[in-house]
């Protein structure tokens, strides 16, 4: 049978078991589309960076099966329906997204499809439960991790990840079809002038290779003493998976099955502590895509409505200051620089940046969820507008209002030796100890052998700590007792 298998959230060959099934059906149309539609959320810069590298890679994994990837662009409602007929389809296969405007589009392309006597079939290839599949007894949805988690293991181990396929035969296509493709670089994923890409490139290798690579690094490496080191932003603590996961180049069955052989070999280095606390990282990701789920506007609406009377001060320019990070709070500055360079932030840093804006600065957390989606290349759907929510205290098990990170005693317990704000804001390089997280309470002595000079070479702080603190906590207390 003619089969289109139409790839989104699952850049990979390996555990997709939508391609499988189209690659078992009969000769594959393998097809991209960039969505234009706006009424799905456009990816942002540093994501568009990454889905060109995916991309890329992904198209030479499927030549050397026989197979080809197509590209187009434009609005996947009316392109799927046309490309089917053209190419003679008899099967789409696809695997399943969880965000509400998707959702809706894949129901109505299966009722169009279908109603033209096209099968339509699809799968799971991103969670290791669907949404709907973790559920309290009386089959509510669920609002607290813990119990999510753990009802999750209950389900016990997830299916072994099915192999890639050995031949993907492309199907051969009309002339007037290949006239609509659109070549990789014409896609324009590409950064325009100036490119800032260069620190992104030196630290990422997108696609299924470079998950690999990544995953097997971090079993015999980081994953010893993860549940302690990976609070520590100043170490190659974690695992970097992230913008894999993002664009499904890996699947978290691949990860479960892959760390418990590893365990099971000696190949991994970690304690079954470790093992433990990395698997329950990946239930978050499994609680988000729940949350979303069941929250559809998880990204743009308070969880907690009590937040909706927030007196929120929006301010563009600290916002500005924050985003270049240029706020005079070393560890903020210096995650938001990671961010910029390479498209990445370390969890621990992320937390105290995002409480900053939200709790010091008064800023709407969504105009940090904004930027986080435009520059992280693991900007997340679930991810991202949940772990915001939880740390603005208006989601779903959030970390309660009153919890206020001190962002210089945070740098001081996990960057204990400044080497993680020494290496993105050098010009605090030179100072030791307490004071390269509070710079402004160094002494004369010790700033001027630094060649740190508050206001010149380094910002005075956007806000004093101790007083931004105590006015977010009256923002908070008003909107509790209203
Ligand atoms: P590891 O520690 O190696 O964890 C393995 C995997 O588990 C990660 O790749 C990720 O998929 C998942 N994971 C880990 N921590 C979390 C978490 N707290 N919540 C959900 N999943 C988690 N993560 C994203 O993937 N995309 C985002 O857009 C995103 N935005 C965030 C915004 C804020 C304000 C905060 C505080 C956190 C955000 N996170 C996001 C969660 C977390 O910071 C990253 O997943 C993590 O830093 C990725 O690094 P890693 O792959 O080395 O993680």
Redesign the pocket.
């Known amino acids: 049978e003619r089969t289109l298998h139409w790839l989104r959230n699952d850049l990979r060959l390996a555990d997709n078991p939508a391609l499988s099934a189209a690659a078992q059906a009969g000769p594959v149309l393998c097809l991209y589309i960039l969505d234009t539609n706006p009424a799905r959320r456009p990816l942002g810069g540093a994501s568009r960076w990454w889905l060109s590298r995916s991309l890329r890679a992904l198209g030479e994994a499927l030549a050397q099966k026989a197979g080809r990837l197509l590209l187009l662009e434009g609005d996947p409602a009316e392109l799927i329906p046309r490309i089917a007929s053209m190419a003679g389809i008899g099967l789409v296969t696809w695997n399943r997204r969880y965000e509400a405007e998707a959702i809706a589009l894949d129901r109505k392309l299966k009722e169009e499809l279908s109603g033209g006597g096209i099968d339509v079939r699809s799968f799971n290839s991103h969670l290791l439960n669907e949404p709907w599949q973790v559920a309290t007894t009386t089959g509510q949805p669920m609002k607290v991790f813990t119990p999510y988690w753990r009802a999750a293991l209950r389900k016990g181990e997830p299916a072994a990840p099915i192999p890639a396929p050995a031949r993907i035969e492309a199907l051969p296509l009309p002339d007037s079809l290949e006239a609509l493709a659109v070549s990789l670089s014409d896609l324009g994923l590409q950064p325009r002038k100036p490119d800032w890409t260069a620190g992104m490139r030196a630290e990422w290798e997108p696609g299924e290779r470079g998950a690999a690579t990544?995953l097997g690094d971090?079993l015999g490496g980081?994953l010893a003493g993860?549940a302690d080191g990976?609070d520590r932003p100043d170490r190659e603590?974690?695992?970097?998976?992230?913008?894999?996961?993002?664009f499904g180049e890996i699947g978290?069955r691949q990860?479960w099955h892959a760390l418990h052989q590893a365990r099971a070999t000696g190949e991994a280095a970690g304690s079954a502590q470790d093992a433990e606390k990395?698997l329950s990282?990946?239930?978050?990701?499994?609680?988000?895509y729940h949350l979303l789920f069941h929250n559809p506007e998880l990204a743009t609406r308070n969880h907690d409505e009590r937040f909706d009377r927030f007196p929120w001060q929006p301010d563009p320019a600290a916002l500005r200051r924050w985003q270049r990070g240029e706020t005079g709070i070393p560890l903020v500055d210096a995650g938001m620089r990671e961010l910029w360079a390479t498209g990445?932030?370390?969890?621990?840093v992320?937390?105290v940046?995002?409480s900053f804006l939200i709790k010091h600065l008064l800023q709407d957390?969504r105009a940090?969820?904004a930027w986080?989606?435009d520059t992280?290349v693991?900007?997340?759907?679930?991810?991202?507008?949940?772990?915001?929510q939880?740390?603005a205290g208006s989601g779903a098990d959030a970390s309660p209002y009153f919890r206020i990170f001190n962002p210089a005693t945070q740098g001081e317990t996990h960057d204990p030796y400044g080497a993680y704000v020494g290496k993105w804001v050098p010009e605090l390089a030179g100072l030791s100890g307490q004071d390269i997280h509070q710079p402004w309470k160094a002494s004369e002595k010790a700033r001027r052998e630094a060649g740190v000079r508050i206001g010149e070479t380094y910002p005075a702080p956007l806000v004093d700590l101790a007083f931004g603190r105590q006015r977010a906590l009256e923002a908070f207390a008003a909107i509790r007792s209203g």
Not at 237 to 246: D, K, N
Not at 281 to 288: A, P, Q, V
Not at 344 to 348: A, E, G, I, S, V
Not at 378 to 388: C, E, F, L, Q, R
């Open positions: 990544r971090f980081a993860y990976r603590s974690t695992s970097r998976l992230s913008p894999h996961l993002r978290p990860i990395f990282e990946i239930g978050w990701r499994e609680f988000s990445w932030m370390h969890n621990r992320r937390m940046a995002a957390w940090g969820e986080f989606w992280l693991d900007a997340d759907p679930a991810n991202n507008a949940a772990s915001w939880w740390v």
